[in-house]
């Protein structure tokens, strides 16, 4: 079971290739092992694998929150070309309800354009998706606080909109994951209770924090309100010869997702990948949200549980 730390630890759980069954019983263990938060992706499949099962982000939030009693749920991060902002807050504050207050929004602007072209979405240029993303948010916390919502934006018009129920969470939380220090920086300290840094912008990590705080003094926001979240692969094993073992399998069951595993994961038998998250911390991360390189599996979930929280709170 984890102990309690300065940091809060996720799981980052793509669904792909599983059943509902198999995601229900992983679930089970996070919740079990004591993780924060079970994160889902929202995608329609694993990038170059466009023929494997791949399961809806929300509707199996709205399922697991059934099948827990404790641990937080969400989708890390919803895409938001997808839906509707009016009917994702729908279907996010629906799931909070089931869940007993549960539920974690998170928002991003999309990115996997074969996925868009594919099913008809229109892909735009950043600057686009990230207005798009602007408007949803500012249309989303309306939604959850006020008793109508009127907007006319560039991107979506909403006409003295009522909205029932309300969160069970005053603030539902919101999470906003992406990169960029000018624009996606300043949403988040509109907009987030969590900013998630992806793994690819981490080396920049520094800058979006100093970027973070200027957009805080501009919108009168205590930027220690936020939660600074990095998106972290790690591969653990018990011993070196366990290690190398999980090294082999995290490059065939996530190298199409991290490019280059060696240089992005946090990677080692359990002392070493305590220092490094440890080192992390120092530098103001408060949660990470991991993808484990064999995606999870039980005897991984308990292996940092039971050895590298403790050293992280030693």
């Keep these: 079971m984890l102990r309690r730390v300065s940091a809060t630890f996720s799981v980052f759980l793509g669904q792909g290739a599983m059943t509902y069954a198999a995601v229900r ?90 996925e868009y072209r594919a099913y008809g979405y229109e892909f735009p240029p950043i600057g686009t998706r990230l207005a798009q993303l602007g408007e949803s948010l500012e249309i989303i916390t309306s939604l959850f606080a006020s008793e109508r919502t009127t907007f006319e934006g560039n991107h979506y018009t909403f006409t003295d909109v009522p909205f029932a129920p309300k969160p069970l969470q005053r603030p539902l939380p919101i999470t906003i994951g992406g990169g960029g220090t000018r624009v996606l920086m300043r949403l988040v300290a509109k907009y987030a209770q969590r900013w998630n840094c992806p793994m690819n912008w981490v080396p920049e990590m520094t800058a979006h924090l100093d970027a973070l705080a200027g957009h805080c003094a501009d919108v009168g926001r205590d930027p220690a309100e936020i939660t600074i979240s ?24 996530i190298g199409g997702f991290v490019e280059d595993i060696d240089a992005t994961a946090v990677c080692g038998t359990p002392s070493r990948v305590a220092d490094e998250l440890r080192a992390k911390m120092e530098a103001g991360v408060d949660d990470f949200a991991i993808l484990f390189g064999d995606l999870a599996m039980p005897d991984t979930l308990e292996l940092f549980a039971s050895r590298v929280v403790p050293e992280l709170a030693a």
């Design 230 to 253: 990095e998106q972290i692969p790690i591969v653990i094993g018990r011993d070196d010869a366990d290690y190398r073992a999980k090294r082999e399998l995290a490059q065939t069951l």
């Design 25 to 114: 019983e992983r679930a089970a263990v996070i919740e079990e092992a004591g993780y924060d938060c079970l994160w889902l992706v929202d995608h329609m499949w694993p990038r170059g694998l466009p023929d494997v099962d791949f399961l809806e982000g929300w509707t199996t939030v709205a399922a697991l929150a059934e099948a827990t009693e404790r641990i937080r749920l969400g989708v890390l991060v919803t895409c938001n070309s997808y839906r509707n902002p009016g009917m994702l807050a729908k279907a996010v504050v629906t799931a909070d309800h089931v869940s007993g207050g549960r539920v974690e929004l998170g928002m991003g602007a999309g990115w996997m354009d074969e």
